[in-house]
Each structure stands twice: as C-alpha cells, then as structure tokens.
C-alpha cells in the first residue's frame, strides 16, 4: 500500500453560502474543469472492484461510457453499474472541494485478486442487483475474498453501495460471511468520527437509486420508513474500519447523475458529502 503524505483539506468557502441550498447543485461547471494528468500521475486513483456474479457470462465487459448523464452500462456483471460517469464525476468533485491530486481520469476498474490493488487505499464496490429479487449480484470465489482480505488486512478501505430490501440484505450476509465469518456489522450513527471529518452531516439521507426508487420504481418508494437508509462499520482488532456498507440507498447513482436535469439535485449534492467523507477518513485513518 501507498504511503501518503500528510494532506491538508480545504474547504471552498463559497460552498457555503451557495452550494449549501438543497436544490443549488454543488457541480456547477464542473464539466469545465481541465483534466491535466493521466490516471497513473496523480495522488489520487478511485479504484472499482470488479467480481463475478451469480448470473455473469464470465466476460468482463465494460458498459458504454457516457459523458454525464449517464449511461453506465450493464452487461450482465453488476460491478459495471454507473460505471464509469460516477467514477468520473464523483473525482470531480473530490477535485473541486479538496485538495487531494486527482481528476476525473484517475479511475480504474480492477479485480480482487490483482495484485496491484495493494497500492491503492480505496476500493470501491457497487453491490447492485436489478430487478429486485433473490438469486442475482455478487457471488464472490474464494480467491476473491481471499484477495479483499489481504486487501484490509494491509490498510485498504472498502466501500460497499447500493443494495435494497431484505432479500438483497440477506443475500448480503451470504457475501459478507465468505470475507468475515467471525465479525459483526456496527451500524453507525451520525456521532461518528466519519460523518465530520471533512462535511458535517447530521442525517444520513436515502439517496435515491434510479432502479430502486426513482423513475422506475421497482418496489420501494423514497423515504419508506420500511426501508431506511443506514450505515455499517466493520473493523478490524485495533478498531481501524476496515469496511464501510451502505444500504436502502445508491451514492453511485447521485454521482453518475450530477448533470441530469430530472435527478433531484439535493441528493446529488449529498451523495458528494457522504462520499468525500469516507475519502477522507479512509485516507486518515
């Protein structure tokens, strides 16, 4: 793993007084933006995990890559999803409102068990499974979760996302008892350490998935106290947190749809404080 040096974060202080307001989008111009490095030149590289699924034809293939409305591209491997405009708008804003080195070319898309994961602290991980049943998503080989073990176990952040219901979250359980047969998720609450260390956030918002509760509507609606949106931690013997879930909720789809005039800005905007927050924590912590 990479070590990096001590970074110092500055807020833009014009967020504040403008970006703040719900339905004012915090990614104003940002498609104006240059991009003046290649991926493997900068500080910072947002890392998605690719896996096999359970209805994978056994090709990883990458989807149509669009510029930012999104057209993440399927495929029939559910690591794909929101790929790549998330990853690129999502750098965007680590960019705009940090001053970590990166921009939005500095994403690649990697397997689990490449040994070059190792020299990247973040890992994102997207656990979509549409439609909404049992029987599809991630169903992770041994050499996989070996290779997300070794990952955490030398420092790695994992980020998990995007994944509704009860038959999704048992279907979870089933992945996360491969990795952790012996540790318990902790759901966190907004008192912790990750919700301030960069944004404060006091309410941790649903942010709708286009599938799940947006446009679609397949099977949940947006706010259902049925389906709340929570956070786990999972953490290792030091009580460093090796692995982050988010569920009943899709940051992925806030980022790929920063620049979709139907998307609800003000979930856009809070999908960038979450996430940037977990950046940050997982590169200081």
């Known amino acids: ?117 190792f020299e990247y602290p973040f890992l994102y991980i997207n656990m979509k499974r549409i439609p909404l049943f049992a029987g599809n998503g991630p169903n992770l080989t041994p050499e996989e979760v070996a290779g997300l073990l070794e990952y955490m176990r030398r420092g790695g952040f994992v980020l998990i996302d995007d994944f509704w ?10 992945e996360f008892r491969k990795i952790f047969p012996d540790r318990e998720l902790v759901r966190l609450d907004t008192d912790h350490t990750i919700f301030h260390c960069f944004f404060d956030i006091d309410k941790i918002t649903q942010v709708p998935g286009r599938g799940a509760t947006w446009e679609f509507g397949w099977g949940f609606s947006l706010d259902d106290p049925e389906f709340p949106p929570a956070v786990y931690g999972v953490f290792d013997d030091n009580k460093r947190m090796m692995m982050l879930v988010n569920f009943n909720t899709d940051l992925g789809d806030g980022w790929e749809h920063t620049f979709d005039p139907v998307y609800p800005t003000r979930y856009c905007n809070e999908a960038y404080k979450l996430g940037i927050n977990y950046i940050i924590y997982a590169l200081s912590h």
Do not use: C
């Open 1 to 117: 793993m990479k070590i990096f040096l001590f970074i110092i974060l500055l807020i833009i202080p014009a967020f504040f007084s403008s970006a703040g307001a719900q339905d004012e989008s915090m990614m104003r111009r940002a498609l104006e933006e240059p991009i003046d490095k290649r991926p493997g030149e900068h500080e910072f590289v947002f890392i998605r995990g690719i896996y096999r699924n359970k209805l994978s034809t056994g090709r990883f293939e990458f989807g149509g890559r669009g510029r930012g409305g999104g057209r993440g591209g399927g495929k029939g491997n559910w690591w794909q999803t929101d790929f790549d405009d998330a990853d690129r708008n999502f750098l965007r804003g680590i960019r705009r409102y940090t001053t970590l080195d990166t921009s939005s070319s500095a994403y690649k898309a990697m397997s689990l068990t490449d040994p070059e994961l």
């Open 165 to 174: 219901g009860p038959e999704h979250w048992r279907e979870f359980q089933v």
